[in-house]
């Protein structure tokens, strides 16, 4: 099983409309973080988290929120989402003394 | 301004040829860099790392320098192979814990039989 999940794989919503983005982890890792990967742009960082009641923002966190239920979930949402909100979301872990990234496979979004 | 660029956005190789992916920095002071490989579609995966007084580290057909004085580090795959074709990021770590981090643009590496 994969070690960090995201879902949906795949989502196509309009303009305007609420959505949430999950993530799931089974490494362990105290630390979890939202990327946005884009053409051209590279990946930018927008919310990370060191634990459950530590939330930062990142380079782009406007019209982003997010919510750690627990250690193992991350979730980013789009509280009304905007066509410039379409890329590629990948959510990510490390421990606390590595700084490794492990991705998990990402989520296509696309508004409309 | 700080930057952090990576060569070229595409690079092609033939089948047995030694690649070469440049990461070059400026108006930034990484304590580590790491190299990382990504695949259409899929996350980026973690190959390499290298420290600030470390000059070279090897992991079978992979080889990255860090040259401080430059501010650069260099990305080799030798003998490539058409699998090693993907994009590779290389991303600077400001602290030894990981968690100040910045990735580069990437390079897209096509190896053609």
């Known amino acids: 099983d994969a070690d960090v999940t995201q879902t949906p794989r795949n989502r196509i919503t309009k303009t305007g409309k609420r959505i949430m983005l999950e993530c799931s982890q089974t490494?362990?890792?105290?630390?979890m973080y939202w990327y946005r990967q884009d053409p051209g742009l590279g990946l930018r960082l927008i919310y990370y988290s060191f634990d459950v009641k530590d939330i930062n923002k990142g380079e782009i966190s406007d019209g982003y929120s997010v919510s750690r239920q627990a250690q193992a979930k991350f979730s980013l949402s789009l509280e009304s989402a905007i066509p410039n909100q379409t890329a590629l979301y990948f959510c990510a872990t490390s421990d606390a003394t590595s700084g490794l990234r492990y991705f998990g496979p990402g989520t296509r979004l696309t508004v409309t | 301004s700080q930057k952090i660029e990576q060569n070229s956005e595409a690079l092609n190789i033939q089948e047995g040829k030694t690649a070469t992916l440049t990461c070059n920095y400026t108006n930034y002071s990484p304590a580590y860099l790491q190299w990382y490989r990504q695949d259409p579609g899929r996350g980026p995966v973690f190959l390499l790392l290298?420290?600030?007084?470390?000059k070279e580290k090897r992991k079978e057909r992979l080889k990255v320098t860090f040259d401080t004085t430059l501010k650069q580090s260099l990305f080799h795959i030798t003998a490539s192979q058409p699998a090693d074709s993907a994009t590779y990021l290389c991303a600077l770590v400001f602290d030894q814990a990981g968690t100040a981090l910045i990735f580069g643009k990437g390079t897209t590496l096509s190896v053609s039989s």
């Open positions: 490494k362990g890792h105290d630390r």
């Open positions: 290298i420290r600030e007084n470390e």
